[in-house]
């Protein structure tokens, strides 16, 4: 059904409980997502955004609920990828006079996506759109994060709506962020950030700062994916303002592939070795273990080291990918090492190092390579050289905060 989210402002977007991957296989949905639209009853009726292509009965049936979709006068378009966008022609169909309300970036997403011939009006950051007793205020967002993107904001009920930032990919009945267990929330809170947003940290801060210094007023927030944040909204922002600077604690991540198990001796090792200099570790294997679990761990951890065995004189595949998607995401103030086993040559251990340094995480220490199967004195090494690195983990913590 539709739910109030404000006086006159309806949530009457869709859930999909089934999808388990996004942007094609690089995020792991596993507790779905939803497509969050919203409804503005006013003496003019607005849609902000829509839902993905083959939800679209499902947002209609709930606009309906509420007011006839043919009254729909404007439908605002926040972002034009479509899983936001793909319901735009069914929403057009039922209401021919609406007019399509975007960003100038906008107009060459949507005209590539979606059929052209509807009414559009182009809006830029403080221009207004009154529907009678409300109004909507637009702030473009490039980059958060599509070049398109923008925030439609309105005074009246302090509510802002800020498309794909403050989500969570979370399928739920409920539609509050206060009434889903806290740590399934910013589990999911944390990956969608790291895993969409790390690249636009900077740019986070500075849309940030707009935002305080324009002096908005804010008592909800509604993202287009997940749950509205009604209660303490800020909460979210100020993780955001966190996670965007690099903010992370004594944690370490050691992540590794094996071929024959020894990397993975290797790797136990080296999580023992860090333990014992009082850092806290997970481990995990790839491909056991889902990239978009990793990267969402590792933006609340200061160090990864990463392990491979050498083939063909590189590291293997899965620990390849993951490191194309770090160098992509670049996380923020982290640092790294690499370890790794091999027989007659080595390789991975020095690949591994470059592509961390490509993805902006410097490399604290010299790799550790070990050939075969680790004796007990080279797993007392690994220990060692885990240790090592659990240091340089709160050498670098306490200089932050001096």
Known sequence: MAVPIAENVYWVGAVDWEVRHFHGYSYHTHRGTSYNAYLVVDERVALIDTVMRGFEDEMLRRIAEVVDPARIDYVVANHGELDHAGAIPAVMARAPHAILVHSKRAADSLGKY???????????????????????????????????SMFTYIPEDKLLLPNDAFGQHLASSERFA????????????????????????????????????????????APSHGVVWRENPMQIVEQYVRWARGEAGAKALVVYETMWGSTAEMAHAVAEGIASAGVKVRVFPVPQTDHTTVVGELLE?????????????????????????????????KIGAAFGSHGWSGGAVPLIEQRLKEAGIEVVQEGLALTWWPTPEERAQAVAWGRAFGERILESLSRRAE
């Not at 999911?188 to 707009?210: D, M």
């Not at 065995?309 to 103030?333: F, Q, S």
Request: no cysteine; hydrophobic share 45%; proline share 7%.
């Open 114 to 148: 979606l059929p052209d011939g509807w009414k559009r009006q182009v809006v830029g950051t403080g221009d207004t759109l009154p529907l009678g007793r409300k109004t909507l205020t637009f702030l473009e967002a490039p980059m958060l994060h599509w070049p398109d």
């Open 178 to 221: 206060d009434q889903v267990d806290p740590a399934v929330l910013w589990d999911e809170a944390r990956k969608y950030f790291a895993n969409i947003l790390t690249p636009f940290s900077k740019l986070i801060l500075r849309k940030v700062e707009e935002v305080q210094q324009m002096g908005l007023e804010i008592a909800t927030i």
């Open 301 to 333: 951890a200061k160090g990864i080291v990463v392990g491979s065995p050498t083939h063909n004189r590189r590291m293997l595949l899965n620990v390849a990918a993951l490191m194309e998607d770090l160098i992509g995401l670049r996380p923020v103030n």
